[in-house]
């Protein structure tokens, strides 16, 4: 059965060039058909017990300085949500379907964002980096918090300004994996990028390894050659999943790597030669352990494609 159903998005602004840069790939990825977008912020406010200092002499005169930084941070984001709109109108999105939300933050603003999240979205986008790149080593703390416990909804982290036209998902047969074979070929419908599943199949080792004290060649090879095909059907059964949701075959690739040193580095490698903008990726892989609030593999491809989008697909 095709999958016509409207796409809604949650997309973080916080008045960052990072932010907006989502906006543009979101227009880019998927165009104005049946997407439904929330431009949603939620303000970092004091403490309260900044405020409170308001009754001590020495602390009230810091009391105008914090209301200008508050108005100032205000100013910031409504500013990018005005752009952001702007940007998605012009490329045709309807105005209707393109919400703003700007509010005090109630728990936290990842937590905010998560609630809000919970009601029906198809994904969270948001920039790798929010308005201080400085401070944000690794990624932002937001993304960071937001890909750590957003396990109900897919979460996407566009770092620079990737290429919109061609998405590579990293495939290893997994319950996450099908899933996120799933979530692609939902925003797919209706949008143009081609699509590649990549499978990533780690060799046995080099000379010397522990596997030569117990396989022979022979037995190595057949080994080998058993994955290869298990790998191609499963492969081939995910592009089928994508075909009936509406999706067009001639859009969906088939890779299969094998005999590779790093699952991770093989993805990104491939992904930087092919030219991908984007690379999907499941929370968890065939283990069920979670390391690192994510798949392993999925992990290091997220720390290496700074430049890229992630969906991390739960």
Known sequence: MKNLGVKKL???????DQALDAVRYIKNMLGPERV????YHALRQIDQAFW???????GRTRLTEIAAWEAEQRKGVEGGMVHARKILEEAGFDGKAIRVELHP???GIARDILF???????????GRWGVSRLKDIVVGSTALKLIQKCQDVPVWMVGGKPE???LLVAFDG???????VDHVAQMAVGSSFDI???SVVKGLGGPGAVHEAIFSSEDEKGLMAEIDNEMHAKLDHAKSRMVAAGVSSERIQTELLTGVASRSGAIYEAAKRGGFGTIVVGRRGLSRIQEFYMGRVGNKVMQMAREMAIWVVS
């Open 116 to 126: 809000e999240a919970q009601s029906g979205y198809s994904a969270v986008v948001l």
């Open 164 to 166: 919109p036209g061609k």
């Open 174 to 180: 997994s319950e996450g994996a099908e899933r996120a």
């Open 36 to 39: 439904q977008v929330l431009l």
């Open 105 to 107: 933050a109630k728990v």
């Open 52 to 58: 409170d200092m308001g009754i001590n002499p020495m």
């Open 10 to 16: 949650l997309v973080a602004i916080d008045g960052s």
């Open 196 to 198: 590649t599943l990549m």
